[in-house]
């Protein structure tokens, strides 16, 4: 149950690039990330005529992670899209880009996401971000460090959860809080976003912001996640 590729969290880098017509499809390992991008890593996307396609895990595990970020309870590191097809689709309650399920006590943080240019897809399957986090169990959600759009395309979905921004709180406890979102700027490019929801087992007061803080499956919980700074430029 290991990832498709994985870097080291102590300054690891990767960067797909070049100008070649080429597809790469990566599939996650069977309880694990697609492309494992642990805090302290660095990821990038900047093919400009390539597509990279990742799909999130088969089945919910031990480690079960986004499909490009985290694993359950790992943070993500820093992931930047300059050019190319950029389509990733996360599963089993964990984020497309970002962090996978989180049944920690100290939830880990979704690192900087930004995106320069080239069209990026990012769907989750159920109770998670497309970009962000995945679903919290028994404690907070958690938070997004930032997310940046200086050009391209973007079409993100959530389910059950934000479409951009800090994870879906557990439901044990009224402590269990939406994640936050630190800090979204907008300079350039397009963005479509949205939040469904798959199933009807939620409390009577469950809210969910399209982009910003994650809500909560406690329906007790007096402490939603929030949005600290949103600036839309340009």
């Avoid at 494992?36 to 992670?65: D, E, R």
């Avoid at 499909?67 to 899209?81: E, Q």
């Avoid at 009807?200 to 399209?210: E, I």
């Amino acid at each position: 149950n290991l990832p498709a590729i994985a870097l080291d969290p102590d300054g690891a880098s990767l960067e797909f690039g070049g100008v070649g017509n080429g597809k790469l499809n990566v599939y996650a390992g069977l309880t694990h990330s697609g492309i494992y991008v642990p805090t302290g890593s660095f990821f990038t996307m900047g093919a400009s005529n390539a597509t990279l396609f990742v799909q999130g895990a088969a089945k919910n595990g031990a480690n079960s992670g986004a499909a490009v970020g985290g694993a359950r309870n790992v943070g993500s590191g820093t992931i930047t899209v300059n050019a190319g097809v950029f389509s990733v689709y996360g599963a089993n309650e964990s984020a497309a880009i970002g962090v996978g399920l989180v049944n920690g006590e100290t939830p880990p943080d979704v690192g900087p996401i930004t995106i320069n240019g080239g069209t990026v897809t990012a769907h989750s399957s159920s109770w998670a971000s497309g970009i962000g986090g995945g679903v919290a169990y028994n404690t907070r959600g958690a938070d997004m460090t930032s997310f940046t759009m200086n050009g391209g395309s973007l079409a993100v979905n959530g389910v059950q959860a934000v479409a951009i921004g800090g994870a879906t709180g557990g439901r044990t406890s009224s402590g269990c809080r939406g994640g936050i979102l630190r800090r979204f700027k907008m300079t350039g490019g397009t963005i479509s976003a949205r939040t469904s929801r798959n199933t009807t087992d939620l409390p009577s007061n469950f809210a969910c912001a399209v982009i910003g803080g994650g809500p909560s499956r406690n329906e007790d919980c007096a402490v939603g996640g929030g949005a600290e700074l949103i600036e839309i430029t340009g």
